[in-house]
């Protein structure tokens, strides 16, 4: 089974995606295969600096992600581009990666974390999407103390994805990581029972 894991910024995806590799899942990370289309020398970091300016890369000629998202985050219409620049890329890389895992071994389940998955239109890839859930208010306490941002600057954050009660309400497995880890960590693996997994 290939499912897909979504949630808001600051939910714990992380989290819940590294409690399911424990159990035996193979993951594939969308943040990573991002991260690496925005690398020295690959054609989508090429392309951004053509739209947006030398000013989004460091002095070593690496992304400099702050300034990035601080033209992308506070503009719809620069979001916009940079999407639709790093989108096709990245989605390409997500099926040539999950594809080859369930080819590997089909017993297996195959995570795949998208944050934007829904936005992202890419639901009707997996046989089934699980979002890791907390509300709002513990998003935005969570996102101001872990990336040092101004309340505003949280709030536009989460403004700039679907709210997170909609992508709960459209989950098929709902993972609420608004208590402890041993909460967690027990909703995952009832689960894990539940889908008969090995």
């Known amino acids: 089974m290939i499912m897909g894991l979504t949630g808001g910024i600051a939910s714990g995806k992380s989290t819940v995606s590294a409690m399911l590799v424990q159990k035996g899942a193979r ?19 090429a392309a951004a600096v053509e739209h947006f300016g030398q000013g989004i890369l460091l002095p070593d000629g690496t992304l400099n992600r ?3 998202g601080e033209i992308v985050f506070s503009d719809p219409a620069a979001l916009q581009v940079l999407n639709s620049l790093t989108h096709p ?6 099926k040539d990666q999950m594809y080859a895992l369930e080819e590997e071994d089909a017993q297996r389940l195959v995570i795949v974390d998208i944050p934007l998955l829904y936005e992202s239109k890419l ?12 509300p709002r208010e513990v998003q935005l306490a969570r996102l101001i103390e872990r990336n040092g941002l101004s309340p505003e600057q949280a ?10 009660e ?9 993972i609420d990581n608004s208590g402890d880890l041993a909460e967690t960590e027990q909703q995952v693996a009832v689960m894990w029972d539940r889908l008969g997994l090995l």
């Open 166 to 174: 909609e992508k709960r309400a459209r989950a098929d497995y709902i």
């Open 89 to 94: 890329a990245i989605r390409q890389e997500i």
């Open 123 to 134: 639901d009707s890839l997996f046989d089934k999407v699980m979002v890791v859930y907390v």
């Open 155 to 164: 709030a536009a954050r989460l403004d700039a994805q679907m709210d997170i």
């Open 66 to 68: 702050a300034a990035l």
């Open 27 to 45: 993951l594939v990370d969308a943040d990573v295969i991002a991260r690496g289309v925005m690398l020295p020398g690959h054609p989508v970091l």
